[in-house]
């Protein structure tokens, strides 16, 4: 790199990287460590293509979402900082009985992998559809389908509790003989 790309560079760093490190803080779930090397990582990439980048702030943040996704694919396990919280409903005045219902399932949730995870959340709390879930996590409608499936199971074995936490009323099978007249 020239002394004119260098410093242009510098300027391009100085003047945005704030800006860029709240993307990367958002990008990283509030990891504030993890978004330093988000960006830094990304900063690394734009300085050896810099002499090609017509638009730097945007080829960044693209390097920094793609980052990102590649990070939460990796397959082995890693430390996970989790700031989301699912939407909370109210319920009809037992708050106990819905904090109870939380903490099992924020419990559950913590279990499955971090795959699994986000399919639930897009799918149920986000209230996606799986075309959208599909095209978000970069897979196939199938392989959406697939994973809820097994999700969903595993979180029953795991939290078993929550079925009877918050099971519909159903009516019952019962049913009184009923007299047809012609």
Not at 114 to 134: G, I, N, W
Request: proline share 5%; net charge positive; hydrophobic share 40%.
């Amino acid at each position: 790199m020239d002394a004119e790309a260098q410093d242009s560079f510098r300027e391009f760093v100085e003047h945005r990287s704030s800006a860029l490190l709240k993307t990367a803080v958002l990008l990283s779930g509030g990891d504030r460590h993890t978004a330093e090397d988000l960006l830094q990582n990304a900063l690394i990439k734009a300085a050896g293509r810099w002499h090609r980048i017509d638009e730097p702030e945007a080829y960044v943040r693209q390097i920094l979402y793609r980052q990102q996704i590649s990070r939460w694919r990796l397959k082995w396990p890693r430390r996970e900082l989790s700031v989301a919280e699912p939407p909370e409903g109210r319920t009809g005045g037992d708050d106990s009985a819905a904090a109870e219902v939380r903490l099992v399932m924020r419990g559950a949730l913590a279990r499955l992998t971090a795959r699994q995870r986000t399919v639930l959340v897009l799918r149920y709390f986000e209230d996606l559809p799986e075309a959208d879930v599909a095209r978000i996590l970069g897979c196939s409608v199938g392989t959406v389908r697939s994973t809820t499936h097994r999700s969903l199971a595993r979180l029953r074995t795991l939290a078993p509790e929550l079925a009877a936490l918050n099971a519909p009323s159903r009516p019952s099978r019962d049913y009184a003989p009923v007299e047809v007249r012609p």
